[in-house]
């Protein structure tokens, strides 16, 4: 067989099997296309429960995230609060000691700063004394009442009796006086008769009627009467004189009487100086108390636990009345001020549980309660409070300030770690499906 002949044999045993191949690729084109149109389901029959369980989960994790956000309400516009003390001085002085510097922990009584007390211990030992002499001045006076007041009462009495006294004298000098003259009319009664006497024995004697004996009696018996006359009559000299006397002892006794019923006035003016003697003893007390007080003033203690911070004084400064000097930060006393927007407001009210995330600790969270809703909004209490009616009106959604308490923060162990600091940046959620605690 020559090559020429044998190559067009080749070539038709050859084009069988091609026809072959192609009838094969055709039918594998048509399969493949019959399993393309029987589509996922068919060609997979497990993934139809699988595709509805997926999407069953999906919408109840759908509805449950929805229902959930509607539960919470949260803003990042928030931080924590607290008391910041200023410690400033109460007396002015010069500064002797320091004993903290800022960030310093301190307690509450630990002296933070000392005043050079030497010029306030001298106004306290003059104050002292000034107080102790008013107060013997005062004990003095107090004294000098209850002895005016017995001298007034007694002088009183004895004025009055003294008066009593001249009274009676002056009756009985008139009574004296009365005798007295009595006692005249009686005497000259006997002097004219025996003066008669004499007369009529005078002539019985040249008569020789009586004896001499006889007229010398007579003559006797008449100037004894006589004698008797002006002994009566300088008795009632001297009654009319025991009168007059009586009579000027009732002009002194009623001047005395008249001076006695003055003293009521001094007792009243003994009593009124006293009382101003007690009124300085208590103005005095009110200085020593002060001078005291001005001393304690010197040593400047801090009033809660905390931390120091803003230190502006140092020994050797020379402070004045009501400057600050620096601040105490009391860790246990912190809360949150969250400023939620007006639209969040609707179901929050005081009671309400919260979820305090602070941002520097990340995901770590602290249990909290709503206290209460701020009276206003946060623009009401700016410097510069918005005048919508003055303007043109532009509709914003303002913001209201909500505290938010710690859980647990009025036990003494609170925050003892110091973890809160007040300025912290947080995020509250607040759970306002939850009921009221003690209503808005």
């Known amino acids: 067989m020559s090559p020429t002949t044998a190559e067009p044999n080749e070539i038709e045993r050859s084009e069988p099997h091609e026809d072959n191949r192609e009838e094969n690729h055709e039918d594998a084109e048509v399969r493949r296309r019959e399993e393309d149109r029987r589509g996922l389901f068919k060609k997979h029959p497990a993934a139809k429960p699988i595709v509805f369980l997926v999407a069953i989960v999906a919408i109840i994790l759908v509805g449950w995230f929805w229902w959930e956000s509607r539960q919470w309400e949260d803003t990042d516009d928030a931080e924590i609060d607290g008391h910041i003390y200023p410690i400033s001085a109460r007396v002015s002085g010069y500064v002797i000691k320091v004993n903290f510097d800022d960030g310093w922990v301190v307690h509450k009584g630990d002296v933070l ?11 306290l030992e003059h104050a002292r004394a000034d107080y102790q002499d008013y107060q013997a001045q005062a004990e003095a006076a107090r004294y000098g009442v209850p002895v005016s007041s017995v001298g007034s009462f007694s002088q009183i ?25 009595s006692q005249i009319t009686e005497a000259e009664a006997n002097a004219l008769k025996l003066n008669k006497d004499v007369e009529r024995y005078r002539q019985l004697l040249g ?7 006889q ?6 018996a008449a100037d004894a009467a006589n004698a008797t006359v002006d002994a009566r009559r300088a008795d009632l000299l001297a009654a009319n004189a025991q009168v007059k006397q009586a009579q000027s002892r009732i002009e002194q006794a009623n001047a005395e009487i008249k001076n006695a019923q003055a003293t009521p006035n001094t007792v009243a003016a003994t009593k009124a100086k ?20 001005n001393l304690s003033y010197t040593t400047i203690v801090a009033p809660v636990d905390g931390v ?9 400064s020379n402070v004045a009345i009501g400057q600050d000097l620096l601040a105490i930060v009391p860790l246990r006393d912190v809360w949150v001020t969250a400023n939620f927007k007006e639209t969040q407001l609707a179901h929050m009210c005081p009671g309400q549980p919260v979820k305090i995330k602070v941002d520097t600790y990340g995901g770590r969270k602290w249990d909290g309660h709503v206290t209460n809703i701020g009276g206003a909004t946060g623009a009401k209490f700016s410097l510069l409070p918005p005048e919508n009616a003055t303007g043109n009106y532009v509709k914003v959604v303002q913001r209201i300030p909500v505290r938010i308490d710690f859980d647990g923060n009025d036990k003494p162990d609170f925050n003892k770690d110091g973890l809160l600091r007040p300025g912290m940046s947080l995020e509250p959620d607040v759970r306002v499906s939850d009921p009221c605690g003690n209503g808005r």
């Open 113 to 123: 700063v000392v005043i050079d007390p030497t010029d306030y211990t001298v106004a």
């Open 157 to 181: 009495r004895s004025a009055s009796a003294d008066m009593s006294s001249a009274q009676a004298g002056v009756a009985a000098a008139q009574k004296q006086a009365e005798a007295a003259q």
């Open 207 to 213: 008569k020789r009627e009586i004896s001499q004996q």
């Open 215 to 220: 007229f010398d009696a007579a003559i006797a």
């Open 274 to 293: 006293s009382q101003s003697a007690d009124a300085q003893v208590l103005r005095y007390k009110s200085a020593l108390d002060q001078a005291q007080l």
């Open 308 to 316: 120091v911070g803003k230190r502006s004084v140092q020994v050797g």
